[in-house]
């Protein structure tokens, strides 16, 4: 190829290399998601949605904001597991200064690939406790302990934090601040961090070795931060899933459905009370709860209920109130973080108890009242004789100032003072109304 053939080929291929430039470097990417609540199936499917994101679009970190009273064991391990397959290098941050990560919160700790805390914050307390919301038996109480010790040993291992400390967390409920974390030997966790900005800071060039033995470092300089947030589903759910919220919409279900059963066709406390009962029954299947509180609650209503129609001097009153309450206290389990606070129980226990008695009261005694409209209104009416009336001669009275048909058993004068002893079409049956008042009704 001649000189000149050169020239005119490296002279064409040069406006294209000027037009594709330089290639531009892509600043690392880091997600950030925040939660604040009891671990539960929510929560687990939070974390599990952010970690699924960041694999599928390469993020460089994940930087979970966390401060929880703790929650279930099951959830625990889902989040754990998740957390253990990430591709990306997960970071468990309590925050802000004052929270804590108690109970399961310290397991998600011990399980991050990076541990930090904020001033001023605690984590531990993780001794497992019943799921029945009874006293566990010693044997129970020792395998339950056990178990979710063994947990958190294998977990502190795999990191390389401290195994005496994590066992003691869970078998003497122990708790530590950040600084005890921070400067045991081996430590609890990485360093503490004042937000989030700080964290990314200390993160950046920091070799991690993953829970498999491999090792990445983590690049955090110009990162580009993405914040994950709940789904409205998950908000919603996870707002419904409180034990606070759970027992309030049950309590409105019960309420809505008494007002509906007393006073039938009112419609809207009905809908309302099935709804907030159907929120309240999903909340209860994610929430662990006890079956036996479930049936005292039923059985203090229905004792509630039949005060209004036995006899009993208050007793089944009583009775039925305290069946609310004991039920009330039983309802969630005794599970770190899930639990319903007396202060919404007791207030919710009078206010029903109050409703259904009064309401109770003002229905039975409209049914007991006589009727004040149609023929049933015209019964124990006093009136005045027209016409002659003898026994096998129809005559005729005036009563509320309408001229009727009336029948006798006995001969009654014209001007005489009757009263209406039953009503059989358009006809009444009286009786004079200077004896006493013979049981009647409809003929």
Request: proline content about 7%; hydrophobic content about 50%.
């Amino acid at each position: 190829m001649t000189a000149t053939g050169l020239a005119l080929l490296f002279g064409a291929a040069a406006p294209v290399i000027a037009q594709h430039g330089p290639v531009t470097h892509q600043p690392p990417v880091a997600l950030v998601a925040e939660y604040d609540g009891i671990i539960h199936p929510i929560a687990s499917e939070f974390l599990t949605t952010v970690i699924d994101q960041a694999d599928t679009t390469g993020a460089a970190v994940v930087l979970f904001i966390l401060r929880t009273p703790g929650g279930l064991v099951d959830s625990t391990r889902t989040m754990v597991s998740r957390m253990i397959t990430s591709r990306a290098p997960v970071v468990v941050y309590v925050a802000p200064s004052g929270a804590r990560a108690a109970s399961a919160g310290f397991i998600l700790v011990l399980a991050a690939d990076v541990a930090a805390m904020a001033p001023g914050t605690h984590i531990g307390a993780a001794h497992p406790v019943s799921g029945t919301g009874e006293k566990m038996d010693e044997t129970q109480a020792k395998k339950a302990t056990e178990d979710v010790a063994a947990y958190a040993r294998s977990l502190a291992e795999a990191r390389g934090r401290n195994v005496m400390l994590a066992e003691q967390a869970v078998t003497e409920s122990r708790a530590f601040t950040d600084q005890e974390a921070l400067h045991a030997s081996p430590p609890l966790i990485d360093f503490v961090a004042r937000d989030e900005a700080d964290v990314l800071r200390q993160l950046d060039h920091r070799v991690v070795k993953r829970f498999d033995g491999r090792t990445t470092t983590i690049d955090t300089s110009g990162v580009e931060i993405r914040r994950v947030d709940m789904t409205w589903r998950q908000r919603v759910l996870s707002a419904i899933a409180h034990p606070q919220i759970a027992y309030l919409l049950l309590t409105l279900g019960v309420l809505g459905l008494t007002v509906e059963i007393w006073t039938p066709g009112a419609i809207l406390p009905g809908v309302v009370g099935g709804l907030c009962l159907l929120l309240a029954f999903f909340a209860l299947q994610i929430l662990p709860v006890n079956a036996v509180g479930i049936l005292l609650i039923v059985f203090g209503l229905a004792m509630l209920i039949l005060e209004l129609k036995v006899p009993s001097f208050g007793a089944l009153g009583i009775g039925g109130a305290i069946a609310l309450l004991v039920g009330s206290v039983m309802l969630t389990r005794e599970v770190p973080g899930v639990s319903v606070s007396l202060y919404v129980i007791v207030p919710a226990v009078l206010t029903v108890t109050a409703i259904v008695l009064v309401l109770g009261k003002l229905v039975f005694d409209a049914q007991r009242r006589p009727p004040v409209t149609g023929p049933e209104s015209l019964i124990g009416a006093e009136g005045r004789v027209l016409s002659a009336i003898a026994p096998h001669a129809p005559g005729q009275v005036a009563v509320h100032g309408e001229i009727w048909r009336a029948t006798s058993a006995s001969p009654l004068d014209p001007g005489r003072p009757v009263r209406v002893r039953a009503v059989s079409g358009l006809t009444l049956h009286v009786e004079p109304a200077d004896v006493p008042a013979r049981e009647g009704g409809n003929a």
